[in-house]
């Protein structure tokens, strides 16, 4: 049903059909042609990158690429650090990590952010103020929340000495220097950047339900608690997993939120594979395994991401 | 009959806990309000603070004689790593790339949104499907290629630049971060104008045709003057992404005078020359974060749009 088709017939009559029909075969194809560049581009950059990447994986590129296949050596060693607990190869460093961080930060920004929504809806006065200020630190760069709480976390000047000075001089607080503790802190920052988001989604999410259905269930007497568990909660599912994805894929994709905050962590102990990455390929010259982990990396988006966007894609049939 | 339940039960529950209720409620309002605003605040006094009560201070507490010297010596003098020349350089590479990256990506959106909806063509959800996955890809599958890439371009710029006497900004650093952000920008800015246009009566661009308006006469005509909020949505996004952006910056403009903000305020925070002056460092922090932080203060709204239609809408 395309649009080109019901204008051509429209059209013709006003042009002579044969004079015009180099011209409008290039009227037809300039949609196409509008678009060509940026579908190459996208094309070429991003999944001819990709399949790039996936080669390298399987070469013995150290300092250089190097062109010759030698099979999947990057991922064996990857594999074997893997298991790699004693002393913790920084493979094994990486993904543990992951696994803390990525739990916390979605669980955490999930929680805090419905929490928060359900707050501000109670009818709010300075609703309108509240909100920006849950909602600002989203505007920052990573690298900008990385130094402010670094600062703010610093065992020596910041939070631990501002409460000794208080009074509480038994408070101990050096997470952001402690190799076993250091990725909560990333943890910390990481929620305070993006709850408020959450917490911005949930609230339209809450803003779309049907004021009807709550007054219903008032009305039949239900407390405002099992309102919120037996209604409301169910209704916000496709907030639940729209956030979700949102805060997957930004935890899968945190880097510079390490790199400002903790510098890597004492040992490279706050390491995510992200920074992984970055440090073999272009620090330590293991640029086979660098591309490996990227590749692992972008198996773990594809398979969060791709089942999501299939749905989104498909729920509007044309 | 059921009314009668409702004033019933808000008899038995008294005014008492009504009270307490909202007293909870505004006191954890108030509460979180504190802790989301705790490092900026934290981070803006200790800028105008003296280093000597920095170290002899209460973190929180206001500065006692508040001095802009950390602002002035963040701008103009501040070391990142071995040069001492201040921010101000980093801060104009930034402007310098954000501002033709999100043009140009923005108006590629534009078009390809138009395209995607007005001008449907048989693969077209395939297209855009591509597209859109790209928004989401770990840019670490993809930085390599990219380095090896620029590397060349760069030895091309060279080359010309020999050969020619002008290397038409091939190898420059700023060019290559334009370039870098306007192909891993188009996916998002597209999604924002296809999303858009869907819903713009497509009765209206029939009858345009009709008349004999051409492709882009409508384009001009009709869908841009009708695309402000979306534009500025798009621009929001775009500007504030890029300009946040840490991990292309670093890869391809990581050292010497071409970095943008984000790597230079890194690089100064870990300089460990010296003594480290917190309060310059803060300042320094303060002056990558104005930009975004403005634009959020004057555009909050349109800023929101433009995460949510990043996130909800597929």
Same mark, same amino acid.
């Given at each position: 049903?395309?649009?080109?088709?019901?204008?051509?017939?429209?059209?013709?009559?006003?042009?002579?059909?044969?004079?015009?029909?180099?011209?409008?075969?290039?009227?037809?194809?300039?949609?196409?042609?509008v678009?060509?560049?940026?579908?190459?581009?996208?094309?070429?950059?991003?999944?001819?990158?990709?399949?790039?990447t996936i080669?390298?994986?399987?070469?013995?590129?150290?300092?250089?690429?190097?062109?010759?296949?030698?099979?999947?050596?990057?991922?064996?060693?990857?594999?074997g650090?893997?298991?790699?607990?004693? @002393?913790?190869?920084?493979?094994?460093?990486?993904?543990?990590?992951?696994?803390?961080?990525?739990?916390?930060?979605?669980?955490?920004?999930?929680?805090? +952010?419905?929490?928060?929504?359900?707050?501000?809806?109670?009818k709010?006065?300075?609703? +309108?103020?509240?909100?920006?200020?849950?909602?600002?630190?989203?505007?920052?760069?990573?690298?900008?929340?990385?130094?402010?709480?670094?600062?703010?976390?610093?065992?020596?000047?910041g939070?631990?000495q501002?409460?000794?000075?208080?009074?509480?001089?038994?408070?101990?607080?050096?997470?952001?220097?402690?190799?076993?503790?250091?990725?909560?802190?990333?943890?910390?920052?990481?929620?305070?950047?993006?709850?408020?988001?959450?917490?911005?989604?949930?609230?339209?999410?809450?803003?779309?339900?049907?004021?009807?259905?709550?007054?219903?269930?008032?009305?039949?007497?239900?407390?405002?608690?099992?309102?919120?568990?037996?209604?409301?909660?169910?209704?916000?599912?496709?907030?639940?997993?729209?956030?979700?994805?949102?805060?997957?894929?930004?935890?899968i994709?945190?880097?510079?939120?390490?790199?400002?905050?903790?510098?890597?962590?004492? +040992?490279?102990?706050a390491?995510?594979?992200?920074?992984?990455?970055?440090?073999?390929?272009?620090?330590?010259?293991?640029m086979?395994?660098?591309?490996?982990?990227?590749?692992?990396?972008?198996?773990?988006?594809?398979?969060?991401?791709?089942?999501?966007?299939?749905?989104?894609?498909?729920?509007?049939?044309? | 009959?059921?009314?009668v339940?409702?004033?019933?039960r808000?008899?038995?529950?008294?005014?008492?806990?009504?009270?307490?209720?909202?007293?909870?409620?505004?006191?954890?309002?108030?509460?979180?309000?504190?802790?989301?605003?705790?490092?900026l605040?934290?981070?803006?006094v200790?800028?105008?603070?003296?280093?000597?009560?920095?170290?002899n201070?209460?973190?929180?507490?206001?500065?006692?004689?508040?001095?802009?010297?950390?602002?002035?010596?963040?701008?103009?003098?501040?070391?990142?790593?071995?040069?001492?020349?201040?921010?101000?350089?980093y801060?104009?590479?930034s402007?310098k790339?954000?501002?033709?990256?999100?043009?140009?990506?923005?108006?590629?959106?534009?078009?390809? +949104?138009?395209?995607?909806?007005?001008?449907?063509?048989?693969?077209?959800?395939?297209?855009?499907?591509?597209?859109?996955?790209?928004?989401?890809?770990?840019?670490?599958?993809?930085?390599? @290629?990219?380095?090896?890439?620029?590397?060349?371009?760069?030895?091309?710029?060279?080359?010309?630049?020999?050969?020619?006497?002008?290397?038409?900004?091939?190898?420059?650093?700023?060019?290559?971060?334009?370039f870098?952000?306007?192909?891993?920008?188009?996916?998002?800015?597209?999604l924002?104008?296809?999303?858009?246009?869907?819903?713009f009566?497509?009765?209206?661009?029939?009858?345009?045709?009709?008349?004999?308006?051409?492709?882009?006469?409508?384009?001009?005509r009709i869908?841009?003057?009708?695309?402000? @909020?979306?534009?500025?949505?798009?621009?929001?996004?775009?500007?504030?992404?890029?300009?946040n952006?840490?991990?292309?910056?670093?890869?391809?403009?990581?050292s010497?005078?071409?970095?943008?903000?984000?790597?230079?305020l890194?690089?100064?925070?870990?300089?460990?020359?010296?003594v480290?002056?917190?309060?310059?460092?803060?300042?320094?922090?303060?002056?990558?974060?104005? @930009?975004?932080?403005?634009?959020?203060?004057?555009?909050?709204?349109?800023?929101?749009?433009g995460?949510?239609?990043?996130?909800?809408?597929?």
């Amino acid at each position: 049903m395309s649009t080109v088709a019901t204008s051509q017939i429209k059209l013709t009559p006003e042009h002579a059909r044969p004079r015009a029909s180099v011209r409008s075969r290039l009227q037809d194809a300039l949609p196409k042609i509008v678009l060509a560049p940026s579908f190459a581009i996208t094309i070429v950059f991003v999944y001819g990158f990709i399949l790039w990447t996936i080669y390298l994986s399987f070469t013995n590129s150290k300092t250089f690429p190097s062109y010759a296949i030698t099979g999947s050596r990057a991922y064996q060693r990857l594999w074997g650090w893997t298991f790699d607990t004693d @002393p913790p190869s920084s493979w094994y460093t990486s993904i543990t990590n992951m696994g803390i961080f990525g739990f916390l930060y979605i669980f955490i920004c999930l929680a805090l +952010g419905l929490f928060l929504a359900i707050l501000l809806d109670q009818k709010i006065r300075g609703e +309108g103020v509240l909100r920006p200020i849950y909602l600002y630190p989203m505007a920052l760069s990573f690298i900008v929340t990385g130094v402010a709480w670094k600062w703010f976390l610093d065992p020596g000047l910041g939070l631990e000495q501002t409460l000794h000075q208080w009074g509480w001089t038994s408070f101990h607080f050096d997470w952001i220097k402690n190799k076993d503790f250091v990725i909560y802190t990333v943890v910390i920052a990481g929620v305070w950047q993006a709850s408020g988001f959450i917490m911005a989604m949930f609230l339209a999410g809450l803003r779309g339900i049907d004021g009807e259905i709550m007054k219903a269930a008032q009305i039949d007497g239900a407390t405002t608690f099992q309102l919120y568990r037996r209604i409301v909660i169910p209704l916000l599912r496709p907030i639940f997993l729209s956030a979700f994805i949102v805060l997957a894929h930004l935890a899968i994709k945190s880097y510079d939120l390490v790199v400002a905050l903790t510098s890597g962590g004492p +040992g490279g102990s706050a390491w995510l594979p992200s920074n992984f990455m970055y440090e073999y390929t272009f620090k330590r010259n293991e640029m086979a395994v660098g591309s490996a982990s990227a590749v692992i990396m972008l198996m773990t988006i594809i398979a969060i991401i791709v089942p999501y966007l299939y749905s989104e894609l498909r729920e509007k049939p044309r | 009959m059921s009314a009668v339940t409702t004033p019933a039960r808000q008899a038995s529950g008294g005014v008492n806990v009504k009270l307490i209720n909202r007293v909870v409620i505004y006191g954890l309002l108030a509460l979180f309000a504190l802790f989301y605003l705790m490092p900026l605040f934290v981070m803006l006094v200790t800028s105008f603070k003296t280093m000597e009560e920095i170290q002899n201070g209460n973190m929180l507490a206001l500065p006692q004689a508040p001095t802009f010297d950390p602002w002035i010596k963040a701008w103009s003098e501040v070391c990142s790593g071995l040069t001492c020349v201040g921010m101000k350089g980093y801060f104009w590479n930034s402007i310098k790339m954000v501002v033709p990256a999100v043009i140009i990506s923005t108006l590629l959106g534009a078009l390809n +949104g138009y395209v995607l909806t007005k001008w449907r063509f048989r693969g077209a959800t395939l297209v855009f499907g591509l597209m859109l996955f790209a928004c989401f890809i770990p840019f670490q599958s993809v930085l390599l @290629p990219m380095a090896t890439i620029l590397g060349s371009i760069g030895r091309f710029g060279v080359t010309l630049q020999n050969a020619t006497g002008t290397s038409f900004g091939l190898g420059n650093s700023t060019v290559n971060l334009v370039f870098v952000h306007v192909v891993y920008g188009i996916g998002f800015t597209t999604l924002f104008f296809r999303n858009y246009y869907e819903t713009f009566p497509t009765e209206l661009v029939k009858a345009a045709q009709v008349d004999g308006a051409s492709f882009f006469q409508i384009f001009r005509r009709i869908m841009l003057p009708n695309s402000l @909020p979306i534009i500025v949505v798009t621009v929001i996004y775009q500007f504030t992404n890029i300009w946040n952006d840490f991990l292309f910056a670093s890869a391809y403009a990581g050292s010497g005078d071409v970095m943008p903000m984000t790597v230079a305020l890194n690089n100064v925070v870990n300089t460990s020359t010296g003594v480290v002056e917190y309060n310059v460092n803060m300042a320094a922090a303060m002056i990558a974060a104005l @930009p975004t932080l403005l634009v959020y203060v004057l555009a909050g709204r349109y800023f929101v749009r433009g995460l949510m239609a990043g996130a909800v809408k597929g």
